[in-house]
Nanobody, 118 residues
Framework: QVQPVTSGGGSVQAGGSLRLSCAAP????????MVWYRQAAGKQREWVSS???????MYVESVKGRFTVSIDEAKDTTYLQMNSLEPEDTGMYFC????????????WGQGTQVTVSS
């Protein structure tokens, strides 16, 4: 199984923005949904956002209006645009395709760290 490659994390001050990228080879051609998660230190991994094959996006309540998911199908890459970042957004961010096709089974990737200072 391959793993997605996540990048774009960094350290920003509250109110700043970051754009995360998630490259997962074949996930569009295999009709996979894409799910973003995050995990703060000492806490469980939580669901952040989903993008399904119909283009429908969903977000956890705490990021609605601030985070936006988009996709570049030609690159098999999704993006998580994060604006108006808050210290509570600090954590390791992961992406993982999901779906019924065998091509949707990916290992967990290494994630990318986002740190927001107040």
């Amino acid at each position: 199984q391959v793993q997605p490659v996540t990048s774009g994390g960094g350290s920003v001050q509250a109110g700043g923005s970051l754009r995360l990228s998630c490259a997962a080879p074949g996930f569009t051609s295999n009709n996979c949904d894409m799910v973003w998660y995050r995990q703060a230190a000492g806490k469980q991994r939580e669901w952040v956002s989903s993008l399904d094959t119909a283009g429908v996006t969903m977000y956890v309540e705490s990021v609605k209006g601030r985070f936006t998911v988009s996709i570049d199908e030609a690159k098999d890459t999704t993006y998580l645009q994060m604006n108006s970042l808050e210290p509570e957004d600090t954590g390791m961010y992961f992406c993982k395709p999901t779906g019924v096709s065998d091509g949707c089974f990916f290992r967990w990737g290494q994630g990318t760290q986002v740190t927001v200072s107040s």
